[in-house]
């Protein structure tokens, strides 16, 4: 088997069972003792960790008792060996030694389990695996760490010694179940020392910061910062490590300080009759933490004003009271009013903590007075009239009243403000309302029987003040409106059953009842041909039927059928209508046929058939017009034109003996008569368009050659060859145009003509001038030889 001793473990062998044995039925007892195999329970090894070496470091020997007859290898299994963290131990196969290869870390891995193995030269095992069980021990190499390098916590100003106020904690790494892991807590310093240097303590084991001393007043001091420390090794200064960590200790705020009025006595001025106005504004101190309940203020009117004209508003940002008009005040009423103020928290005083006699003032508010408009006792005033009151007559005084009972008498003075009908006036001292036309309750600008007029009513004082008072007057209806029939036109057919064939017909009456229906409806004795060929039914108080009578028949045509219509007034009215009946032939359905509807228009067949000719008429005209005007159209797109539009000059009047206006008229484009030197803006136009000042581009014509000296009977035949040979020319365009006779080039390599002298060497014979004939006659007498006078 494996055995270890003095940190060898060293495998022994127990008695083997014999075969039989092992086949021995479970139930049989033999009658000797047996010894069972077992094995030896290896106790852990313990390996202090951050060990310096030197590595490896043998921890224990491993040794079969098999070794001596046979050559034994020996392995370890599991974490630290084969299995990660890998090669943390090793072992000696053939000696047996296992090596720890290098420092542990408790706080990485506190154990390791593995397995020592022993087998032959051939891999066949000959000792069963024992268990190896390696524990690190700890040592005190981590120092506490708070949780949190600031904590905060918070204490309530005034609170009892003992009070719980925060908790910190800290962890250290190292094994809590010794003293390298057993932390214990202190206050190392407190800022600041108001009003004692120790006003916390600190629960050592558990960190729990309470308070110890009474005194905590936040008006005073608001914050403490406490330095905790946290030791290891039980608190032991000299061996332990320590860390530190920051506590903030806020004190809250209780409402212990009740607010004070600033002054004993406030006063403001409010003029009469305004409202939302700030008339005084009370200032109060109070020490507790601004814009907290403990600090925000309420004010409360408690006496001074029964009839609830003020309020009392706070201002948020400055906490004072704001003495507030909510309801109008009246001069003549109240001159001036004492209220009586108090002011307390939105929170409610800490326990023990009493009011302030400061907390309470009064407040004076005077009352200044104006100028106030008059008013109408009733307003609106509502009056009752019979329509059709006639110009003149009096309905009622509509007076105003002046508030100002205490200033000088004033004056009020009466205009009409808004008088849709203009049917009222009003009196200008006195108020009284007098009509100026006719009231009519069926007039657009009465609504529902109610007629309403403004009116105003202005003062004295200064300034001025005004008042609209509102006149309602209610018009009883009188019968003044004669009924209207209705419908004014219907239609009939000439040939169906008598009973249903019908118009049914009412009245309209401007007047309401009783002066409207139930109507009347008959038909007038005059023409007799009404009563002959028509008859009324009645139907109901306000509806009757129009007919033909039994076995009368009409013509299809309009029919105008008078009927009088009397109302149900007294006394009652009447009135003669006029309904326009068309007659015409129907369709099974009741409505009137197209042709019957034209035949009842009263046109014949012959006015009919003249209508429809003459539209036929018009529409070939028009169709006429618009094949014209579109062959015009087509023409004018086939017509080719020779020229540019913006050259052709045919359209344009040309005025060739006018001699200029002056300077403004010489500037003249010469060029356009100048034969051009290039010819490459003509060749690039289009060909068939040409400007008729352009040479031609084609192979001109072959003109006459003349003599440098021609005979004179031969110039007048020169000129009529020249003039045929332009007539004859295909280039030539069709109207009279420039024609290029000679072209001697764009200018001359001569100077002046002044250079050409007369030659006086000897004299130049002109007789030749006498045999041009008769035209060159004058200059061969200037130059000829003949008799000198």
């Known amino acids: 088997m494996l055995m270890l001793l003095s940190s060898i473990i060293t495998y022994h062998h127990a008695p083997t069972e014999t075969l039989s044995q092992k086949r021995r039925p479970r139930g049989h007892r033999s009658g000797g003792l047996h010894r069972q195999k077992r094995d030896w329970v290896i106790p852990p090894v313990n390996v202090p960790e951050n060990s310096r070496g030197p590595f490896p470091q043998m921890l224990v020997s491993i040794r079969s008792d098999q070794d001596r007859d046979i050559s034994i290898r020996y392995s370890i299994t599991g974490m630290g060996a084969d299995q990660p963290p890998n090669e943390v131990f090793n072992i000696d196969p053939v000696a047996g030694k296992m090596y720890v290869t290098k420092p542990l870390d408790r706080e990485m891995r506190s154990s390791y389990h593995l397995r020592a193995h022993a087998v032959d030269m051939n891999g066949n095992q000959v000792e069963n695996p024992i268990d190896l069980y390696i524990y690190v021990i700890d040592m005190n190499d981590n120092r506490p760490e708070f949780r949190n390098q600031v904590y ?15 908790h910190v904690s800290a962890f250290d ?54 330095i905790v420390q946290a030791t290891d090794m039980e608190g032991n200064l000299n061996f332990g490590l320590s860390n530190t960590a920051t506590a903030l200790i806020t004190v809250t705020d209780i409402n212990d300080n009740p607010p004070r009025l600033t002054n004993r006595t406030f006063s403001g001025e409010v003029p009469e009759n305004r409202v939302g106005l700030v008339v005084a504004n009370l200032t109060v101190k109070d020490a507790d933490q601004p814009h907290s309940p403990n600090w925000n203020a309420v004010y409360r009117i408690i006496s001074g004003d029964p009839s609830n004209h003020f309020s009392m508003r706070t201002d948020p940002v400055s906490n004072d009271g704001m003495v507030t008009v909510v309801k109008p005040v009246d001069y003549e009423m109240n001159r001036a009013f004492m209220l009586t103020v108090v002011v307390s928290n939105q929170a409610h005083l800490a326990s023990g903590i009493q009011s302030s006699l400061q907390s309470t003032a009064g407040v004076t508010i005077s009352v200044q007075d104006i100028n106030e408009p008059p008013y109408f006792p009733t307003n609106p005033k509502s009056i009752r009239f019979e329509e059709g009151v006639p110009a003149g007559t009096s309905l009622t005084t509509f007076s105003a009243t002046d508030p100002d009972r205490l200033q000088m008498q004033q004056i009020i003075r009466y205009t009409k403000l808004n008088d849709p009908a203009l049917w009222l006036s009003i009196n200008r001292t006195s108020g009284q309302i007098v009509t100026i036309a006719t009231l009519d309750r069926e007039s657009t600008y009465v609504k529902n029987n109610v007629y309403e007029a403004t009116f105003l009513a202005i003062d004295s004082g200064s300034p001025p003040a005004s008042a609209t008072g509102t006149l309602q007057i209610y018009l009883n209806d009188i019968n003044d409106n004669p009924p209207a029939l209705v419908p004014r036109e219907a239609q009939l057919c000439e040939r169906v059953n008598r009973n249903t064939n019908g118009v049914n017909i009412t009245a309209a009456d401007a007047d309401t009842d009783p002066n409207a229906g139930p109507f009347v409806f008959e038909l007038p004795n005059y023409p007799p041909s009404i009563r002959r060929n028509w008859t009324i039914s009645r139907i109901s108080g306000d509806y009757a039927r129009l007919g033909l009578r039994y076995q009368v028949y009409l013509e299809s045509g309009v029919y105008e059928v008078p009927i009088v219509v009397s109302d149900s007034g007294n006394p009652p009215l009447s009135n003669r209508s006029v309904i326009k009946v068309k007659v015409c032939p129907c369709d099974r359905n009741g409505d009137c046929t197209t042709l019957g509807a034209v035949a009842a228009a009263g046109l014949g067949t012959g006015a009919i058939i003249s209508i429809l000719v003459c539209i036929i008429i018009l529409l070939c005209m028009v169709l006429l017009f618009v094949v014209w005007m579109k062959r015009r159209e087509r023409e004018r797109q086939t017509k080719q034109l020779l020229i540019d539009p913006e050259d052709d000059v045919r359209d344009n009047i040309l005025k060739y003996d006018e001699e200029g206006g002056g300077e403004e008229d010489q500037d003249y484009d010469l060029s356009q008569l100048q034969q051009p030197d290039s010819l490459e803006h003509i060749i690039s136009k289009p060909p068939g368009v040409r400007r008729v000042d352009e040479r031609p581009i084609v192979p001109e014509s072959q003109y006459p050659i003349r003599h440098v000296l021609p005979h004179p009977g031969d110039i007048g035949d020169f000129i009529h060859e020249g003039l045929r040979a332009a007539d004859n020319d295909p280039t030539a365009p069709p109207y009279d145009s420039l024609l290029v006779f000679d072209y001697e080039g764009s200018g001359s390599t001569a100077g002046s003509v002044s250079s050409l002298n007369s030659s006086s060497s000897g004299d130049q014979d002109y007789d030749y001038l006498n045999d041009w004939g008769p035209r060159f006659k004058k200059l061969a007498d200037m130059y000829g030889g003949g008799d000198e006078d």
């Open 173 to 226: 790494a190292d094994d809590n179940t010794t003293a390298n892991g057993m932390v214990r807590y202190r206050i190392l310093s407190q800022m600041p020392h108001n009003p004692i240097p120790n006003m916390f303590t600190i629960n050592s084991e558990t960190g729990d910061i309470v308070s110890v001393a009474a005194g905590l007043d936040r008006e005073t001091v608001s914050q403490y910062t406490l």
């Open 152 to 166: 905060n916590g918070s204490v309530d100003e005034g609170s009892k010694p003992g009070t719980y106020v925060m």
